[in-house]
């Protein structure tokens, strides 16, 4: 059992940037990676990005290559999304996830790879 907290959307012009944090408490020592997905209004929830808890993995959604970075402070059991650049069909609610499985080389991690989930965070970026 992983709790996931997100902090740190709120309301940016277009060309801006936001930093989005997760927190996770709990039951993490079976964690293998933590992510980033995305809600719009009207549309199904989208993967974004996500890191490996340990060695090198990570994945980014070809929307947002170049313009976030994910990161991870294992000590602080935290997880980070830089987001710049901006544009708004960026706006969503984001939720970070935690995944108890590895996730594959080259493949794009999907929901069903996640089995915890924090309760959102909105991001709206106006043009």
């Known amino acids: 059992q992983v709790q996931l907290v997100e902090s740190g959307g709120g309301l940016v012009q277009a060309g801006g940037s936001l930093r989005l944090s997760c927190a996770a408490s709990?039951?993490?020592?079976?964690?293998?990676?933590m992510g980033w997905f995305r809600q719009a209004p009207g549309k199904e929830r989208q993967f974004v990005a996500a890191?490996?808890?340990?060695?090198?993995?990570?994945y980014y959604a070809d929307s947002v290559k170049g313009r976030f970075t994910i990161s991870r402070v294992n000590a602080k059991n935290t997880v980070y999304l830089q987001m710049n650049s901006l544009k708004p069909e960026d706006t969503a609610v984001y939720y970070c996830?935690?995944?108890?499985?590895?996730?594959?080389?080259?493949?794009?991690?999907?929901?069903?790879?996640?089995?915890?989930w924090g309760q959102g965070t909105q991001v709206t970026v106006s043009s």
């Open positions: 996830a935690a995944a108890a499985i590895k996730l594959r080389v080259g493949v794009t991690p999907a929901k069903g790879d996640f089995g915890s």
């Open positions: 709990g039951r993490t020592f079976s964690t293998s990676a």
């Open positions: 890191i490996a808890w340990s060695g090198i993995g990570i």
